[in-house]
């Protein structure tokens, strides 16, 4: 059987980035060899510091490139010397807006809990995946100030939600809800007793889907609501999709609750085209270059990743690596408290494939 063969665009970025990256792609390496698969990586500057040299972001032509490749990995983006906002809109957004990756996958799992805030909380309790729409919402950027600098200014940011990007949003959870085939259960998360055009929207999306889904069983929860249950019941969810501030909202909350953003990862899908895989928690500057920080969001996305281009025997054993040595091995998951390197974390998942 002739051995499969991917093109990787690998995005560093800025701080921790390249240090987390270059475990994710070791442990990618080990797998590959291991299950019998190759890969090519080409290697991008996109991020704070070509900012500064050049003035560029990421320009229409190198975009346009990223659809030759099978997926990317993306370290962080994120620079102390550049105005918030330059980075995320020019590179992520423009990135996930440009290739179409309307979902962003977020898996929730706790793996140890010595390393779970909540009380008395097992691994069997915090399993459950959110779908976030990603390419719609409060992020399309539009809106309007109305007397800048005046007394009686007004700011108006507008949610942007067509049936269209709602409904492909939804019917991906339910399909993932069913491939997933744990307890066959969709939330649709939002505030539909407030935001009343956007999401009556979304609830009448959802109920005309769930039609073509009676295998699904369904329910619904403000997004207020949802945050106290991420708390007080996490076991009642299994997948859960939402429009994309409420995810953007709940997933650092999920994150906190699986162990911390040093777990974290997460996917930015076109179902049909390129998709982008990375880390959530951010470029953690103050951490660059003292080997401290925890890599095993990286090599999480990286199994992401696999799993996305049909390399599930390597996704699935990378992530039993992790909860392997994350029960077993580590002292924290927190950046210089793990009780190993960064580079050393990587080995020990190698190690344990």
Known sequence: MAVKNYKIAVIPGDGTGPEVVAEGLKVMKAAAKKFGFSYKTDMFDYGGARYLKTGETITDKELAALKEYDAIFLGAIGHPDVKPGILEQGILLKTRFGLDQYINLRPVKLYNSAFCPLKDTTPEDIDFVVVRENSEGLYKGMGEFRDKGKPDEVAIQISYNTRKGVERCIRYAFEFARKRNKKKKLTLCGKTNVLTFAWDLWQRTFD??????????????????????????????????????????????????????????????????????????????????????????????????????????????????????????????????????????????????
Not at 237 to 258: C, R, S, W
């Open 208 to 353: 005309i889907v769930k039609k073509d889904y009676p295998d699904i069983q369904t329910d619904y929860a403000h997004v207020d609501a949802t945050t106290m249950w991420f708390v007080k019941n996490p076991e009642w969810f299994d997948v859960i999709v939402t429009d994309n501030l409420f995810g953007d909202i709940i997933t650092d909350l999920g994150a906190m609750i699986q162990g911390g953003m040093g777990i974290a990862a997460g996917g930015n899908i076109n179902p049909a085209g390129v998709s982008m895989f990375e880390p959530i928690g951010g470029s953690a500057p103050k951490y660059t270059g003292k080997h401290v920080i925890n890599p095993l969001a990286a090599v999480c996305a990286g199994g992401m990743l696999l799993d996305n281009i049909g390399e599930e025997k390597a996704a699935r054993a990378i992530e039993r690596a992790v909860i392997k040595i994350a029960s077993t091995r580590m002292k924290s998951l927190a950046a210089g408290k793990m009780g190993y390197s960064t580079e050393e974390v990587g080995d020990l998942v190698v190690e344990n494939l």
